[in-house]
């Protein structure tokens, strides 16, 4: 099993709808949790860490569930930007070593 | 600020030949990593160097060596290439524990 799973997707939404992605993760020592975003042959970067019982920013909420393992992405008002790939990572805290899933494709259509 | 640099952006190379993929940050973050990332695999830690002076085994470190040259550069070796290293190699870092990680632009890597 992999530490971290995704649904790969691809989800194709249109314009303006609403989004969810789930994850769970295995190892229930990871500390710190993060959502990244990563556009087609580029870099991985930030989108979210993900605290305690989850946050929000602008159209994005990540919630996490310990007793689960899981952690979710909400997007509202889905835009044309936000189709990439949508990364969850889990960290262990020592060294801060990340593991990441393989991710989830969104794809937002007109 | 620059940020991650890496370098080269791409390199081609045939079986048994030897490199190394160099990565700055100037952040004075003292963590970097190096990652390798291949379809439906995700990124997977090669090494990592936790502080200046120390570096660790991730989970895919075999057939590479890293040197951690001083807080801003760590690099990657590849001594005898294999097509099995044919990926994208990304380099990272960050200030500590729990922070996120800044990511460099990634080498794309071919071997023959």
């Known amino acids: 099993r992999k530490e971290v799973e995704q649904d790969p997707g691809p989800f194709n939404v249109p314009e303006g709808a609403t989004v969810a992605f789930n994850c769970t993760y295995s190892n229930s020592a990871s500390q710190s949790f993060f959502w990244y975003r990563q556009d087609c042959r580029k870099e991985p970067k930030l989108l979210m860490s993900?605290?305690?019982s989850g946050n929000e920013d602008g159209r994005f909420t990540a919630q996490l569930n310990r007793a689960s393992q899981y952690i979710s992405l909400l997007i509202r008002d889905s835009k044309l930007s936000d189709s990439a790939t949508y990364l969850c990572?889990?960290?262990?805290?020592?060294?801060?070593?990340?593991?990441f899933g393989t991710g989830t494709q969104l794809k937002v259509e007109l | 600020n620059a940020g991650v640099t890496q370098t080269p952006k791409f390199q081609v190379l045939k079986t048994g030949q030897s490199m190394t993929l160099q990565c700055a940050q100037d952040?004075?973050?003292?963590?970097m990593y190096w990652y390798r990332q291949d379809p439906g695999m995700g990124l997977r830690l090669i090494y990592y160097?936790?502080?200046?002076?120390?570096?660790d085994k991730g989970e895919v470190p075999n057939g590479y060596n890293v040197s951690r040259l001083n807080k801003r550069e760590f690099s990657l070796r590849l001594e005898s290439a294999a097509p099995s290293q044919t990926s994208v190699y990304f380099c990272?870092?960050?200030?500590?524990?729990?922070?996120?990680?800044?990511f460099g632009p990634g080498t794309r890597l071919t071997v023959l």
């Open positions: 160097s936790a502080s200046e002076g120390t570096t």
């Open positions: 952040m004075n973050h003292n963590s």
């Open positions: 993900v605290y305690s």
């Open positions: 990272a870092s960050s200030g500590g524990a729990r922070d996120e990680q800044f």
């Open positions: 990572v889990a960290s262990t805290g020592g060294g801060n070593k990340l593991t």
